[in-house]
Structure formats: structure tokens, C-alpha cells
């Protein structure tokens, strides 16, 4: 009797101690506070820290307050002299609105004003650069030979003046220029890329809202931020819009209009050809050197042999900080664009510092600047990064995420393209998601936020954002959110913080990101791009096969 006593309370002790150990593990699971990430949202936001401007003094409260909580969440300092900063250095051009352009066709002249008809910058980073050449229209100025298409084909553009649209022939079939969703040949900074390698003279894009998915407004701004230019590389005299107005009085000249010349641009076997004009150009900067700040931590991992590779989670922290009053503000807070990335990017700082035990694999978090001025912090990053590009497993970015309640599908465009996919549909359906299409990749999303840079640098990256459903709300609520969003306050002052923004969907993609980033920290090996991505050769190079 004795004896099936002590056994029973053996028993007993066995399984409440198991219960315990649960209980404890359970415990050790790290919390996500979306008040947290809220209150981080709240302070980015505010008209303290002046719209975040790189080399502005929002940048050093920035900076100095990301830095702050990383040191709280205990991560290890990357950056130099035993800090959390990576100094990354910029060149600040600002155009003056003194700059002049004329179009001239034989007695005819027109006359555009800088920041009303037309805007850009140098990229020679020079104080005058003075041009009168002849117009050339390029269609959509693109040289596609896998798609069959070349807009510049039969022409020579050096030392001439290149007109363009932004966007790229419109298609259905997922074979040609990838259907509806755009491609980076769409995107502007191709345009403005291949025209210099072109030896172009400068290159003006016609801004119409349809084919830049923005209003001219946010291209308007006449000061920017380049990386510096290196000695031999092309540069365009000019990087510019015109307004739809203004291209339509240019094309006007000869008989032409804005519809028709899209329409042109658009037809399979377009061919390039002189407008028969020339424009004359007068464009004065102020180019300055600056220094901006990457902010870089680290939570180590717990294998020796593997803790020199890291996931790295990214945002940017930067927005347009002071600038043209709208409505009667001038500051651009950037809350949605992207303290909401920041906010988010923390609180997983937070997280994998607590997580016990901790994954073999380091996680490096990254909050970047210049994001808004060409993604020039991701891009230096890759080219000095902290964890070399072939020892990076995977990046997971933040960017842009409107705070409207619990998702119920994510949105991972390119994450398909690696071989980390497996893990993200894993990790979508353990936490209640669905893998939703990008309803805005017409709009190139994809090569418009700090993921793309490490991706070009071969490292397996996408953005993690909600998908349209969400929970409890009409169908279309969140669509009809993001379009009044993108109409009313994106790149302007009122992007502010919201009283009635929910964050506690950010929980949710919290929790997914950790375990898509935990799976890949602890597999035997690096993820890549699949067989045949446009990315796999930087990845090879990189070292990882």
C-alpha cells in the first residue's frame, strides 16, 4: 500500500513538473506589445523630430532614440567606434528654382519653370551644368532583349536629350514584362540608369498619375540626396519630370500629344526618333556633402560555427523632414511612411533578444536612411555591409504598413522567388494567414522599398505588409484605406498619426516574421533564389550555391 502511494505521488510530482516546464516555456515565448510598438510610432511621428530629414537635427534625435532601444533590448552594437551607427556618406544636391529650361523648334519657343513644370537634379554633382541638344523620344526607354524590346534600338542618344514615360508596355501574360505587375524596367531609376549608360545628355520623364501610380507632387521636390559619385561613372546632366502638362506643350511643338505618344510608347515595334526640337537647359545646384547614419544592432547566435551568419529585419527610418507647406504644415511627419516600419522593426528587436534559447543563426536589425531619396542606405549597406552579403541568410523589410486591425492574409511578393518559401507558407498558416497576390505590384512595389537593394546584392529578400482582408472589416475596407491613404497624405505633411489607427495586426506579422526568420536561422543552409531568378548570379557570387 505503501509503495503504490509513493508511486502515485511520483506520478503526480512527474506530471506537474511537466506542466511547470510548459508553463515556463510558454512564458519564455517573447510578448509582442503593439502598445509598444504604437507608443515608438507615436514619437517618430511627432513634430519634434521635424519629418526625419537625413543630416538634419531629426535625424540625430532619430537616430539617437533607435539607438537607445536597441541598447535597452540589449542588442550588440555594429557601428563604428563601438556605437550602433553606420555612417553612411551622402551628397546633398538642392536645384535651384533659378534653373531655366527652353524648348526651341525653329522660331517657336517655350519656356518651362523649375518646380512648377518641371523638377529633378544633376547627378554630376557640379554647381552648373549648361545643354542644348536635340530631343529624342525613347517610348518607355527600355532595352528588354528577353522580352524582345528595345526602345533604343537604331538610335544614337549620346550627347542628346531623352523624353520618355515611366512604366513599361502594358501586358496580360506573365511572360511579357511579368503581366500586370511591373518590373524594375518600369521603374524610374531604370529609366534614369540606362539613359546615362546611353550617354544621354539628360533625360526628362512625363509625368502622368496613371503611369507612375503618384501624383506629380511627390517627384516635385527640388533637393535630394545622391551617394557619391565615383570617377568614369555615367551621369546625366539632368534626372527630371515634366508635368503632363508640361510634356504635352512640349510634344505640342510638333503636332503631338500626351495620349498619342503613350500610345506610341506602348506599341510593340516602336521605334525611337527625334522630336525636331531642341531644349536648352541652364541648371544650377548646390552639392554638399554630408554624412547620414545607418542604425545597426545585433543579437548574436547561440552556434559558434554558424553565428557569423545572420537574418537581417530592416526599415527606414528617414523621411522628407521639412519642406513646402501643404494645407498649412510643413513638416512631413512620415508616421505611416515609415515610423509604423520602425516601430514594428523594435519591437522584433525586442522579441529575438528575449527569445530563450536563441536561434544558431545572429539576427542583425537595421534601420537605414535615404530610403526616400533612392534607397541609398540599403545600397551602401550592401556595399560595406557589416555581415558580408554572403553570409546574410535572408532579409525580412518593413515599409509603409497602414495600422487598420488583425489581417487576415500577408502580402510577400518574392518570397516565391527563393527557397525560403516552403518556410513562409509554414509560417503564414501557423499564424492564420493567407498569402495574398500584391494587389499594387502594377505599381512596382517590389523595387520600391530597402529590400530590393539587398536582393540585387543576391540576398533572398521581400517586404512583409497586410494583405486587403482584415479582420472584422468590410471587404474593401482596407483598398479603400490605402487609396485615401495615397491620395491625401502620402509624401505630405499629413501623413501624421492617427487617433483611430489599430496596430494590433502588428502582432500578427510580428509573430510570422519570427518564425519565418527562426526557421531560416536554424536550417543547415542559407536559402537562395531559385533556379533561374534574375538575382541567383549575385547570390552565387556571393559565395552561397
Known sequence: MAYRSLLLLFLASFFLAALSTGEADEERAPEISADRIKAAVAYLAS????????????????????????????????????????????VRVVTSTESTLRATKGEKTLDFVCGENFSGMSQTQTKLEEFD???????????APEFGWDDYKGVDVKGKIVVLFTN?????????????????????????????????????????????????SVVQPLEGAQLKRESGEPALAFAGWLTREAGGKLLGL??????????EADTKGFEAYSLG????????????????????????????????????FTAHWDHLGVGRAVLGDTIYNGAADNATGCGLLLELARAWSALSPKPKRSAVFLAVTAEEKG???????????????????????????????????????????????????????????EIEEDQRAHLGVFFRSDHFSM???????????????????????????????????????????????????????????????????????????????EFLPAREKSGVK
Open 455 to 533: 536582393a540585387r546584392a543576391g540576398v533572398p529578400a521581400f517586404s512583409v505588409s497586410p494583405g486587403m482582408k482584415i479582420k472584422g472589416k468590410p471587404k474593401d475596407f482596407a483598398r479603400k484605406a490605402l487609396q485615401e491613404f495615397n491620395d491625401k497624405a502620402y509624401h505630405s505633411p499629413q501623413d501624421e498619426m492617427q487617433r483611430d489607427w489599430d496596430f494590433s495586426g502588428f502582432v500578427v506579422l510580428a509573430r510570422f516574421s519570427l518564425d519565418v526568420a527562426r526557421e531560416v536561422a536554424d536550417a543547415e543552409r542559407l536559402p537562395t533564389w531559385n533556379k533561374g531568378d
Open 277 to 312: 526640337l531642341n531644349l536648352k537647359g541652364k541648371i544650377q545646384s548646390r552639392a554638399e556633402k554630408m554624412v547620414s547614419n545607418n542604425v545597426a544592432g545585433m543579437v548574436e547566435g547561440s552556434d559558434k560555427a554558424l553565428a557569423s551568419e545572420c537574418v537581417v
Open 375 to 433: 534607397l541609398l542606405g540599403s545600397k551602401y549597406y550592401t556595399q560595406s555591409p557589416l555581415v558580408p552579403m554572403g553570409k546574410t541568410a535572408l532579409n525580412l523589410n518593413y515599409d509603409m504598413i497602414l495600422p487598420l486591425g488583425v489581417p487576415e492574409t500577408v502580402v510577400v511578393t518574392g518570397a516565391e522567388r527563393t527557397t525560403a518559401w516552403p518556410t513562409v507558407k509554414a509560417a503564414a498558416k501557423k499564424n492564420g494567414l
Open 133 to 143: 541638344a536635340e530631343v529624342v523620344f525613347v517610348g518607355h526607354g527600355i532595352t
Open 47 to 90: 513634430d519634434r523630430l521635424e519629418g526625419r530629414g537625413p543630416g538634419t537635427r531629426g535625424e540625430e534625435l532619430t537616430t539617437e532614440y533607435l539607438a537607445g532601444e536597441y541598447k535597452k533590448a540589449g542588442l550588440k552594437p555594429l557601428g563604428q567606434r563601438g556605437g550602433y551607427l553606420q555612417p553612411v556618406p551622402l
Open 168 to 216: 513599361e508596355p502594358p501586358s496580360d501574360d506573365p511572360k511579357f514584362f511579368a503581366g500586370k505587375a511591373l518590373t524594375y524596367y518600369g521603374r524610374w531609376t531604370y529609366k534614369f540608369e540606362e539613359a546615362a549608360r546611353r550617354g544621354a545628355k539628360a533625360c526628362f520623364i512625363i509625368h502622368t498619375p496613371a503611369t507612375a501610380g503618384y501624383p506629380f
Open 254 to 263: 510638333t503636332g503631338r500629344t500626351v495620349n498619342g505618344a503613350l500610345k
